[in-house]
């Protein structure tokens, strides 16, 4: 059986964010990843990885703002278009 349209779009969505999540710093990438994809609390995700609360939000802030840049990059290379947005 082939995959759908939906199921197309969630796998193109999740290369991109893939591709992305890649071009962080891997404190950055560690930051999102133990955040919002472990969904994980700043305070259990900055124990976790040993450092304080306030140096896990600025990783996650930088992640996000270098994330969104990678997303956006994507979008404008030729080829086919992503349907991710910032």
Known sequence: MLPGPDDTCKAL???A??????????NQRTALIETYMKDRTVAEAAAHIGVAPGTLKSRIHLGLHG??????????EPG???TVTA
């Open 67 to 76: 994330l969104r840049r990678a997303l956006l990059e994507q979008d404008e």
């Open 17 to 26: 964010l893939s591709n992305a999540l890649a071009t962080l710093a891997p």
């Open 13 to 15: 969505e999740a290369m």
């Open 80 to 82: 086919p278009r992503s």
